[in-house]
């Protein structure tokens, strides 16, 4: 665990949580500032910087569950459909790896903005460029 992480500080009971799951690996609890009615985060309790950082099973482990309270969330909540996103990396609005379950609703106001430039896709050549140096890394 880590002295300055908040979820580290929720594991350790030093600062309140609604859990909604918790296991030997995984918790998951109320988003305290939620995007829609029912937002939860998917926390590993092991403390780690990035995704990368988690050993395979945990990582798995903890999609496992945002995918099961995803269909909680549409059951118990009447939610439409559920986002799960992934906030891996300071520039991707992490604190440490962990999900956002996201329950959706007809004109709830949460949405996703792109780029400009994504009304002008880049052209084939530019994409086997990129897909030949990530399969060039890939062990």
């Known amino acids: 665990m880590s002295d300055q992480c908040i979820f580290c500080e929720i594991l350790r009971g030093n600062s309140p949580a609604s859990f909604t799951y918790e296991d030997d690996t995984v918790v998951a609890f109320m988003d305290v500032q939620p995007i829609t009615h029912g937002h939860m985060l998917v926390v590993p309790r092991d ?13 798995m482990r903890t999609f496992r569950v945002a995918r099961k ?14 986002n799960l996103f ?7 609005f992490q604190d ?8 959706r ?3 709830d106001g949460f949405g996703l903005t792109f780029p400009e430039r994504y009304s002008q896709p ?6 086997e460029t ?10």
Do not use: C, K, Q
């Not at 403390?47 to 099973?57: F, K, P, R």
């Not at 992934?86 to 991707?92: C, L, M, N, P, T």
């Not at 440490?96 to 329950?103: A, L, S, Y």
């Open 122 to 127: 880049p052209g084939r050549a530019e994409l």
């Open 69 to 82: 309270l995803a269909s909680v969330a549409r059951s118990t909540l009447g939610a439409g459909g559920v």
């Open 96 to 103: 440490v790896p962990h999900f956002h379950v996201i329950p």
């Open 105 to 107: 609703y007809p004109n």
């Open 130 to 139: 990129i897909a030949a140096a990530i399969r060039a890394a890939n062990p």
């Open 86 to 92: 992934v906030a891996d990396g300071e520039i991707a």
């Open 47 to 59: 403390h780690a910087v990035l995704m990368a950082d988690l050993n395979e099973t945990v990582a």
